[in-house]
Protein backbone atom coordinates (compact mmCIF):
# COMPACT_ATOMS: atom_id res chain seq x y z
CA UNK A 1 0.00 0.00 0.00
CA UNK A 2 2.98 2.43 0.81
CA UNK A 3 4.16 1.95 -2.55
CA UNK A 4 1.23 2.68 -4.36
CA UNK A 5 0.30 5.78 -2.36
CA UNK A 6 4.19 6.75 -3.45
CA UNK A 7 3.54 6.09 -7.29
CA UNK A 8 0.32 8.04 -7.14
CA UNK A 9 2.28 10.50 -5.71
CA UNK A 10 4.92 10.66 -8.21
CA UNK A 11 1.87 10.73 -11.18
CA UNK A 12 0.19 13.50 -9.61
CA UNK A 13 3.95 15.62 -9.18
CA UNK A 14 4.60 15.23 -12.78
CA UNK A 15 0.75 16.26 -13.91
CA UNK A 16 1.13 19.38 -11.72
CA UNK A 17 4.56 20.12 -13.45
CA UNK A 18 3.94 18.48 -16.77
CA UNK A 19 2.39 21.88 -18.54
CA UNK A 20 5.87 23.81 -17.51
CA UNK A 21 8.11 21.30 -19.21
CA UNK A 22 9.34 22.18 -22.82
CA UNK A 23 7.39 26.50 -22.68
CA UNK A 24 9.65 29.15 -21.86
CA UNK A 25 7.97 32.13 -20.30
CA UNK A 26 7.74 35.09 -22.50
CA UNK A 27 6.76 38.99 -21.48
CA UNK A 28 4.78 40.65 -23.40
CA UNK A 29 4.85 44.55 -23.87
CA UNK A 30 3.33 46.47 -21.11
CA UNK A 31 0.42 49.04 -22.12
CA UNK A 32 -0.87 50.92 -19.09
CA UNK A 33 -4.70 52.26 -19.81
CA UNK A 34 -4.89 55.52 -20.89
CA UNK A 35 -7.80 57.98 -19.79
CA UNK A 36 -10.32 59.55 -23.00
CA UNK A 37 -8.45 61.44 -25.57
CA UNK A 38 -5.58 59.06 -25.25
CA UNK A 39 -4.59 56.33 -27.52
CA UNK A 40 -2.17 54.21 -27.11
CA UNK A 41 -0.49 51.62 -29.38
CA UNK A 42 2.40 49.11 -28.67
CA UNK A 43 4.64 47.34 -31.46
CA UNK A 44 7.65 45.20 -30.22
CA UNK A 45 8.14 46.97 -26.96
CA UNK A 46 7.49 50.39 -28.56
CA UNK A 47 4.67 52.12 -27.36
CA UNK A 48 3.68 55.35 -28.55
CA UNK A 49 0.61 57.17 -27.20
CA UNK A 50 -1.27 60.45 -28.51
CA UNK A 51 -3.01 62.52 -25.84
CA UNK A 52 -5.51 65.16 -26.10
CA UNK A 53 -6.99 67.41 -23.28
CA UNK A 54 -11.13 66.40 -24.13
CA UNK A 55 -13.29 65.70 -27.19
CA UNK A 56 -15.44 67.83 -27.74
CA UNK A 57 -14.56 71.33 -27.96
CA UNK A 58 -17.08 74.48 -28.54
CA UNK A 59 -15.56 77.93 -29.67
CA UNK A 60 -17.25 80.89 -28.52
CA UNK A 61 -16.93 84.09 -30.85
CA UNK A 62 -18.11 87.39 -29.26
CA UNK A 63 -18.15 90.56 -30.23
CA UNK A 64 -17.40 92.64 -27.22
CA UNK A 65 -14.97 89.45 -25.85
CA UNK A 66 -12.30 87.86 -27.11
CA UNK A 67 -12.67 84.19 -28.59
CA UNK A 68 -12.77 81.35 -26.04
CA UNK A 69 -12.46 77.70 -26.04
CA UNK A 70 -14.39 74.55 -23.96
CA UNK A 71 -13.72 71.55 -23.46
CA UNK A 72 -16.38 68.56 -23.34
CA UNK A 73 -18.92 71.03 -22.41
CA UNK A 74 -17.14 72.76 -19.60
CA UNK A 75 -17.87 76.01 -20.13
CA UNK A 76 -15.24 76.98 -17.28
CA UNK A 77 -12.28 75.38 -18.66
CA UNK A 78 -10.84 77.92 -21.35
CA UNK A 79 -7.70 76.89 -22.95
CA UNK A 80 -5.94 80.16 -24.39
CA UNK A 81 -2.13 79.04 -24.06
CA UNK A 82 0.09 82.14 -23.07
CA UNK A 83 2.47 80.82 -26.15
CA UNK A 84 -0.62 82.06 -28.44
CA UNK A 85 -2.36 84.98 -26.41
CA UNK A 86 -0.39 87.83 -28.31
CA UNK A 87 -1.60 85.90 -32.08
CA UNK A 88 -5.50 85.78 -30.61
CA UNK A 89 -5.17 82.32 -31.26
CA UNK A 90 -6.79 79.97 -29.38
CA UNK A 91 -6.48 75.53 -29.38
CA UNK A 92 -5.09 73.10 -27.37
CA UNK A 93 -2.27 71.36 -26.45
CA UNK A 94 -1.77 67.75 -27.70
CA UNK A 95 1.00 65.33 -26.63
CA UNK A 96 3.03 62.45 -28.61
CA UNK A 97 4.78 60.02 -26.76
CA UNK A 98 7.38 57.50 -27.93
CA UNK A 99 8.84 55.17 -25.37
CA UNK A 100 11.51 52.56 -26.30
CA UNK A 101 10.57 49.62 -23.36
CA UNK A 102 13.14 47.11 -24.83
CA UNK A 103 16.44 46.52 -23.82
CA UNK A 104 18.14 47.61 -27.31
CA UNK A 105 18.50 51.28 -29.00
CA UNK A 106 16.36 52.19 -31.63
CA UNK A 107 18.08 53.85 -34.16
CA UNK A 108 15.40 56.27 -36.22
CA UNK A 109 16.42 57.93 -39.96
CA UNK A 110 15.18 60.97 -41.63
CA UNK A 111 15.23 62.35 -45.16
CA UNK A 112 16.69 65.67 -43.58
CA UNK A 113 18.35 66.99 -40.53
CA UNK A 114 14.79 69.27 -40.83
CA UNK A 115 12.63 66.20 -40.41
CA UNK A 116 14.99 65.09 -37.07
CA UNK A 117 14.89 68.61 -35.49
CA UNK A 118 11.18 67.91 -35.50
CA UNK A 119 11.22 63.89 -34.77
CA UNK A 120 6.99 64.02 -34.91
CA UNK A 121 5.17 65.47 -37.41
CA UNK A 122 1.56 66.48 -36.33
CA UNK A 123 -1.41 66.69 -38.49
CA UNK A 124 -5.23 67.52 -38.67
CA UNK A 125 -7.58 65.42 -41.03
CA UNK A 126 -11.43 66.29 -41.54
CA UNK A 127 -13.64 63.48 -42.02
CA UNK A 128 -12.75 62.79 -45.78
CA UNK A 129 -9.16 62.21 -44.78
CA UNK A 130 -7.86 65.64 -46.01
CA UNK A 131 -5.31 67.67 -44.72
CA UNK A 132 -6.56 71.04 -42.85
CA UNK A 133 -3.43 71.60 -40.84
CA UNK A 134 -0.47 70.58 -39.63
CA UNK A 135 2.41 71.41 -38.01
CA UNK A 136 5.39 70.63 -40.28
CA UNK A 137 6.16 71.87 -43.92
CA UNK A 138 6.74 69.43 -46.57
CA UNK A 139 10.17 69.75 -48.48
CA UNK A 140 9.88 68.86 -52.07
CA UNK A 141 13.30 69.58 -53.11
CA UNK A 142 15.69 67.32 -50.95
CA UNK A 143 19.65 67.84 -52.45
CA UNK A 144 20.14 63.91 -53.48
CA UNK A 145 23.91 64.41 -52.23
CA UNK A 146 22.73 65.26 -48.87
CA UNK A 147 23.11 62.76 -46.24
CA UNK A 148 20.19 61.48 -44.13
CA UNK A 149 20.02 61.78 -40.57
CA UNK A 150 20.21 59.92 -37.88
CA UNK A 151 19.13 60.16 -34.42
CA UNK A 152 18.80 56.99 -31.67
CA UNK A 153 16.01 56.60 -29.22
CA UNK A 154 18.23 54.55 -26.07
CA UNK A 155 16.35 51.56 -24.11
CA UNK A 156 14.58 52.51 -21.36
CA UNK A 157 13.99 55.95 -22.30
CA UNK A 158 10.93 58.19 -24.29
CA UNK A 159 10.73 60.97 -26.47
CA UNK A 160 7.81 63.18 -25.95
CA UNK A 161 6.87 66.22 -28.47
CA UNK A 162 3.58 68.95 -27.60
CA UNK A 163 2.08 70.82 -30.09
CA UNK A 164 -0.40 73.59 -30.25
CA UNK A 165 -3.62 73.10 -32.14
CA UNK A 166 -5.35 76.66 -33.41
CA UNK A 167 -8.88 76.40 -33.73
CA UNK A 168 -9.19 80.18 -34.20
CA UNK A 169 -6.00 82.51 -34.77
CA UNK A 170 -5.53 85.90 -36.69
CA UNK A 171 -9.51 86.38 -36.77
CA UNK A 172 -9.87 83.42 -38.40
CA UNK A 173 -11.62 80.47 -37.92
CA UNK A 174 -8.84 77.31 -38.55
CA UNK A 175 -10.92 74.74 -37.51
CA UNK A 176 -14.68 74.62 -38.55
CA UNK A 177 -17.65 72.79 -37.17
CA UNK A 178 -16.87 69.15 -38.19
CA UNK A 179 -15.40 65.68 -37.03
CA UNK A 180 -11.67 65.68 -36.88
CA UNK A 181 -8.80 63.45 -36.58
CA UNK A 182 -5.43 64.11 -35.06
CA UNK A 183 -2.28 62.32 -36.61
CA UNK A 184 1.32 62.23 -34.77
CA UNK A 185 3.76 60.44 -36.82
CA UNK A 186 7.44 59.71 -36.58
CA UNK A 187 8.92 61.83 -39.38
CA UNK A 188 11.40 59.08 -40.18
CA UNK A 189 11.62 55.11 -40.42
CA UNK A 190 11.11 53.06 -38.89
CA UNK A 191 7.41 54.94 -39.06
CA UNK A 192 5.24 55.14 -36.11
CA UNK A 193 2.09 56.80 -35.91
CA UNK A 194 -1.32 56.94 -33.83
CA UNK A 195 -4.45 59.17 -33.93
CA UNK A 196 -7.23 60.82 -32.21
CA UNK A 197 -10.41 62.08 -32.80
CA UNK A 198 -12.01 64.51 -31.58
CA UNK A 199 -15.25 67.53 -32.70
CA UNK A 200 -15.20 70.99 -33.18
CA UNK A 201 -18.74 73.33 -32.66
CA UNK A 202 -19.13 76.85 -33.25
CA UNK A 203 -21.63 79.48 -30.49
CA UNK A 204 -21.61 82.79 -31.74
CA UNK A 205 -22.86 84.96 -28.74
CA UNK A 206 -25.20 87.78 -29.11
CA UNK A 207 -23.58 90.96 -28.82
CA UNK A 208 -24.56 93.04 -25.50
CA UNK A 209 -25.96 96.07 -27.32
CA UNK A 210 -26.07 99.31 -25.32
CA UNK A 211 -29.52 100.59 -23.76
CA UNK A 212 -30.72 102.92 -26.28
CA UNK A 213 -31.61 106.39 -24.42
CA UNK A 214 -34.55 108.24 -24.58
CA UNK A 215 -35.81 111.36 -26.63
Known amino acids: ?27 MPAVSEFAAGKTPTASLGII ?6 GYAFELMLGFNQGPRLSVDSAPGMVLVPQSAANSNAVGFTASFNL ?11 FLAPYYASLRVGFRVLDSNDNVVWQS ?5 DIPPQLPPATLTLPHQSSWSNQVFVPVYKNNQVVLGPGNYTLEAEVLGTPAYSVRSAFTVGIIVVDPVLPPVGLH
Open 99 to 109: ANATATDRTFT
Open 48 to 53: NSLTLP
Open 1 to 27: MKLKALRLQIILAALVAWPLVGFAQTS
Open 136 to 140: YQLLV
